[in-house]
């Protein structure tokens, strides 16, 4: 594992003096050479982490697909969400546009005297055990993302931008990033909220957060594949996560929201176990955009679905009598 | 007995024992930033003796007025993490709000934290550890400085490319001054105020009295930090973008030496032998670099490693070592005077030779001539280049 890492870490040091920290340099950027830094980390982690998704699940995809003849015009846009997303282009657009008014947050609440708590301050002997802190952290926020996920689907302006994810009757494991843009600021404000309220969990491990990535990946897989009575309710599978995004679960008649861990819909009332339900999946009484349109169209329909619902015209979401497989 | 009595009581040997390095031998901190570490190196076997974790994003790290503990500040775990420098057991924490860089003034009544993130400067009652006053900074405070009587404090503004001074005795901001582009570490030396401008190849000069502001001396594209000799004859400066260490004259400020040095030098620590223990930001590493022979050596640490400090193991001398030798009137903390070594304490054995007059005869052979980088700095005198010829790496 440190050969891996030393040879990264000489590839990203190797990029960055050789490109990046000139670049800086000759744009009067130098205040943000180690931003620059984090940037090409994330870009080049990122490019590593769509490798590693893309090696593991596509075999499973042609294993054992659950839907055969998929459109690859449909797909393509799944992968244009997923590099947007995944080599850093969406968040550097959000960190430029919102680098100052985080700071200027930060500062405001630095000045309130609050200091935001971490949960090893709460649990001590979570300190000496990064690696424990950690989990506890996934645990914590993974209990936060169900509550956010059921938001999306149960807040009918909020489903009107979640709904494009919904929208792909063609979903493969490259689905799992396409969010509208507003969606994903919502989701980074609930998260920075989060922070202040808990503190942010440890980053230090990148090799975890890329299992934790391909978990969430490979749940979206088109593979006809579940993990067994007790593995269906220790972690998310593709079964699980299907049905879920099957026509029969969309708004608020969803099932199955969780993200890693499907004991939160065990404990809320919301998980389906069945393991021999594969539906088709797709969000019908979505606007035809949503299911056939490219990234920019996607995007500029899903602004306007959510104008129409803020005031007040937009359809409650229902889900239509179509039989699951 | 039950259980965890017994682990209470063993605790601290099992401590000693997994930090017990051979006598004599030094022990040096490094703050990994990236991976809400801290190193624990043995700096005769130039390997890693332990990684402790801290809570999120480490930076830098500073002595205590009395030189019993080294204060570590965790930005984004807003704490800071006192030290026994000895043995590296913790002492204390302290929550505080994203402690970056920070400094005691050299009479030790006050600690200043700059909180780059939150553009905001803290002055807290070193004792106490009291928030005495809050200073909100336009843009991203970066390095603090003293000056030697501990009336001002000075800080650089990398966003607005100026140095504020605040005045202690009214923790109000006395004067700002613009100094250049990205100005980022400072220190005070011989009446005035050195400053790495990152967006250009200078440190410029700033006196603090007439608040005039010239060029010092040009280094490479990038210009970072720079720290005093122990034995007070040189300075050691950093860039960023020539990734390279460059030795300077004290008094006149002449460059006299660069040391190419890859993975992006940041802080430097030395050690009694005179030896510079340097970050090396990009790499996850750490060099040592032996200005003697310029020999550069490395060693794996964590990812984005920043602050350093060297803990002398040696008898008869005190982690403050530095502090009794003629370089202490220089630097961030600057003393009035060196203080005078306790009873039974020893100076630094072998300082530094003066420069140019013990320069290495290292292949590919010092250049004699004027380098481009000379040029490029406007300089008439030729810059001794020296390419580092040995790089050792140590796990």
Request: proline share 8%; with cysteine; net charge neutral.
């Amino acid at each position: 594992m440190e050969f891996f890492e030393d040879h990264y870490l000489r590839l990203v040091t190797f990029l960055f003096e050789g490109a990046v920290q000139p670049a800086l340099y000759h744009l009067g950027l130098m205040e943000w050479a180690e931003d620059g830094y984090d940037w090409l980390d994330f870009f080049l982690f990122g490019l590593l982490q769509v490798g590693v998704v893309y090696v593991i699940c596509r075999p499973l995809e042609a294993w054992r697909p659950v839907e055969r003849g998929q459109s690859a015009r449909a797909v393509r846009t799944d992968v244009v969400y997923t590099l947007l997303a995944r080599l850093g282009l969406l968040p550097l657009l959000g960190f430029v546009l919102f680098a100052a008014t985080q700071v200027r947050l930060e500062a405001l609440v630095a000045d309130s005297g609050w200091i935001p708590p971490t949960l090893e301050g709460v649990f001590p002997s979570l300190r000496e055990t990064p690696l424990l802190a950690f989990a506890v952290y996934v645990v914590v926020l993974d209990f936060f993302e169900y509550w956010r996920h059921r938001f999306q689907h149960e807040w009918r302006w909020w489903w009107s931008l979640h709904a494009i994810h919904h929208a792909q009757v063609h979903m493969t494991f490259w689905t799992d990033d396409r969010n509208h843009v507003l969606d994903e600021v919502l989701a980074a404000a609930w998260l920075a909220g989060l922070a202040v309220l808990l503190g942010v969990p440890p980053g230090q491990f990148p090799i975890i957060l890329m299992v934790l990535r391909l978990a969430e990946s490979v749940s979206h897989a088109n593979a006809r594949i579940h993990f067994g009575w007790l593995g269906e309710r220790l972690l998310v599978s593709p079964r699980f996560h299907r049905l879920h995004h099957g026509v029969l679960s969309i708004g608020a008649s969803g099932k199955n929201y969780a993200v890693l861990l499907p004991i939160w819909d065990w404990v809320f009332g919301t998980a389906d176990f069945r393991r021999d339900a594969f539906p088709h999946t797709g969000a019908p009484g979505t606007p035809e955009a949503y299911s056939r349109g490219g990234w920019l169209r996607q995007q500029i329909e899903g602004v306007r679905q959510l104008a129409r619902v803020l005031r007040g015209r937009g359809e409650k979401p229902q889900a239509p009598r179509v039989p699951a497989e | 007995m039950s259980l965890s009595f017994m682990w209470r009581a063993f605790y601290p040997m099992l401590l000693c024992l997994a930090l017990a390095v051979p006598a004599n031998a030094d022990m040096v901190f490094v703050l990994n930033s990236g991976d809400a570490s801290i190193s624990v190196l043995d700096a005769r076997e130039r390997s890693e003796l332990r990684r402790m974790p801290a809570l999120r994003e480490v930076h830098h790290a500073v002595l205590t007025p009395d030189g019993s503990t080294l204060v570590v500040g965790d930005s984004g775990g807003n704490e800071l993490i006192f030290l026994d420098p000895s043995t590296g057991e913790l002492r204390n924490r302290v929550r505080v709000s994203n402690p970056y860089h920070l400094e005691y003034s050299p009479d030790g009544k006050y600690l200043v934290v700059a909180s780059l993130r939150r553009d905001q400067v803290d002055i807290y009652d070193a004792g106490t550890m009291a928030l005495l006053g809050r200073l909100q900074q336009p843009d991203k405070p970066s390095h603090i400085a003293f000056s030697p009587d501990s009336r001002f404090v000075y800080v650089t503004l990398q966003g607005t490319g100026e140095v504020v001074a605040i005045d202690l005795s009214t923790r109000a901001a006395a004067w700002t001054v613009a100094v250049g582009p990205e100005p980022a570490g400072i220190i005070w030396h011989r009446g005035r105020l050195i400053i790495g401008l990152m967006g250009s190849t200078d440190f410029v000069q700033l006196d603090p009295t007439t608040k005039a502001v010239s060029r010092a001396f040009s280094v490479g594209r990038g210009a970072h930090v720079v720290v005093p000799s122990p034995d007070g004859r040189s300075l050691y400066a950093t860039a960023r973008v020539e990734s390279g260490l460059w030795e300077v004259d004290a008094e006149t400020l002449e460059v006299k030496r660069r040391f190419d040095v890859p993975g992006g030098p940041d802080c430097i620590s030395f050690d009694p032998d005179g030896r510079l223990w340097m970050t090396l930001r990009w790499l996850g590493r750490v060099g040592v670099l032996d200005p003697r022979t310029g020999t550069l050596e490395q060693i794996r640490v964590g990812r984005s490693p920043h602050g350093i400090f060297v803990m002398p193991r040696r008898d008869g001398m005190r982690a403050d070592f530095a502090a009794i030798m003629p370089g202490a009137v220089s630097g961030s903390r600057p003393l009035p005077r060196p203080l005078q070594a306790r009873q039974g304490e020893i100076p630094a054995d072998r300082p530094v030779p003066p420069v140019m007059s013990a320069a290495p005869s290292l292949a590919p052979g010092p250049s004699v001539q004027p380098t481009r980088n000379s040029r490029r700095a406007g300089l008439d005198m030729p810059i001794l280049t020296v390419t580092p010829v040995r790089v050792e790496t140590f796990r």
